[in-house]
């Protein structure tokens, strides 16, 4: 199968039907889900007749440009997650998602924070996206952490949805981060 996106220690490819169980597993681990779900697993139904659909469709929807890629270290192959980067499934194709969902075994290693740039990058100079956004539990310091060193900035403090109420932090709702294709550039100048 062919790479998507290649960085210094990962590789993201598309996935396949053959990868529902990477998938269940991953959202299995109640540490994972926990500021997903409280911690509650997908079940395995849900991942191979929603989830997994869903994400091989956005293949087709978005030309295979955008959506949500296996990540796997290329030393071992070994799968650590996901990340995407891809609109709301009715939005403007010129804004994008950025997110991630990594085993707990892949956390504190900088897996998030390089592939996150590498995606900025992609998404700015190579697919002609304008803005790009993520969202995430105002409690998550990891999470915010990487969107920061990412250069991405806090536009707003969203509600928490009514059925994550039982997510640890969710009286504190959450956050969702932005940066433009000249703020990412600007960003991009100051680092070198």
Known sequence: MSVYLKTERLFLQRFSDADADLLIE????????????GGEATSADDVRQ????????????????????????QESG???GWFCLRPDRNG?????E??????????GKGYATEVARAL???????????????????????S?????KVGMTVVANIPTPPDMSQIEGAEHGGVRY????QDWQRHADRAQ
């Open 26 to 37: 991953l959202d299995s681990d109640p540490a994972v889900m926990r500021y997903l779900s």
């Open 50 to 73: 929603l989830v997994l659909p869903s994400i091989l469709a956005g293949y087709d929807r978005w030309d295979g440009k955008l959506g949500l890629f296996a990540a796997r270290e």
């Open 78 to 80: 070994a799968f650590i």
């Open 92 to 96: 403007p194709t010129d804004e994008a």
């Open 98 to 107: 950025l997110g991630y969902r990594l085993r707990r075994s892949s956390w």
């Open 120 to 142: 900025l990058d992609r998404g700015f100079l190579e697919l002609g996206v304008r803005l790009i956004w993520a969202e995430t539990a105002t409690v998550n310091r990891a």
């Open 144 to 148: 915010r952490n990487v969107l920061e």
């Open 178 to 181: 932005e940066t433009t294709s």
